[in-house]
């Protein structure tokens, strides 16, 4: 049994998995999820587990070169925005619009669904290199 880190097997698999310039997702409960995009399902409820608790542990594990939100969450979820800001530190952010977002999805290696119930709590994180 692994010890510490992400112990969701589906998880670590896919981070492992990733290259430079790969993508994932991690999504509210109603980002719908494009035909053919590993679904990776941990919602439990409504708001939990919350989006940016996930994201937090994700980022501690995953070489994040830059991350990609909607537009939206500027005016519509700024409490969100802020707590992902604090999250991603330094790294990159590019702004698309929601429909931009949702087309962009189609090309993650996985989206993670959470149970958030917040509008606009979703992210693309791009894989960096860690050399």
């Not at 993508?23 to 399902?41: F, H, M, S, W, Y």
């Not at 708001?47 to 501690?60: C, T």
């Not at 977002?101 to 993650?108: I, L, P, R, T």
């Amino acid at each position: 049994m692994k010890k510490h880190g992400i112990l969701n097997s589906e998880i670590s698999k896919v981070l492992a998995d990733l290259g430079h310039t790969d993508q994932i997702v991690i999504g509210d409960c109603g980002l719908p999820i494009p035909n053919g995009v590993k679904k990776i399902d941990l919602a439990l409820e409504i708001g939990e587990p919350k989006f940016i608790d996930v994201l937090a542990i994700l980022v501690k594990e995953m070489q994040v070169e830059k991350y990609i939100l909607a537009e939206e969450i500027k005016e519509l979820n700024p409490i969100q925005l802020e707590a992902v800001s604090e999250k991603m530190g330094d790294a990159k952010v590019d702004w698309v619009t929601h429909e931009e977002f949702k087309a962009q999805s189609k090309n993650a290696k996985a989206i993670i669904r959470t149970g958030e119930a917040t509008p606009y709590s979703n992210i693309i994180l791009q894989s960096g290199v860690i050399f």
